[in-house]
């Protein structure tokens, strides 16, 4: 099982990006995806979360500016971010859940890199 995350960039205050996160392998069933992020110098995360049924859960310094969504069929989880801060700037991680026919196991994408500055 693999994780590819993609759509990191510099971008200005105030601007958008959107992050995509695509699993690939034996996959049997994906239970919670996330993104989480880690600044330098800081602990990861927890940025945003989905469950397959679509319940979602949001930090609170992101709330009403990151939208985090999925696609099941094509095992992608996405996550939209608009009204980007400097502090926003971090290593952005992809997580999912994974039973690949056994137990849920946790998986990581590689990261993917967000800079905020004008």
């Known amino acids: 099982v693999q994780l590819q995350a993609s759509g990191g960039g510099l971008v200005q205050p105030g601007g958008s990006l959107r992050l995509s996160c695509a699993a690939s392998?034996?996959?049997?069933?994906?239970?919670?995806m996330g993104w989480y992020r880690q600044a330098p110098g800081k602990q990861r995360e927890l940025v945003a979360a989905?469950?397959?049924?679509?319940?979602?859960n949001y930090a609170d310094s992101v709330k009403g500016r990151f939208t985090i969504s999925r696609d099941n069929v094509k095992n992608t989880v996405y996550l939209q971010m608009n009204s980007l801060k400097p502090e926003d700037t971090a290593v952005y991680y992809c997580k999912a859940d994974i039973d690949s026919g056994s137990y849920y196991l946790g998986y990581w994408g590689q990261g993917t890199l967000v800079t905020v500055s004008s």
């Open positions: 392998g034996s996959i049997f069933s994906i239970n919670v």
């Open positions: 989905i469950t397959s049924g679509g319940r979602t």
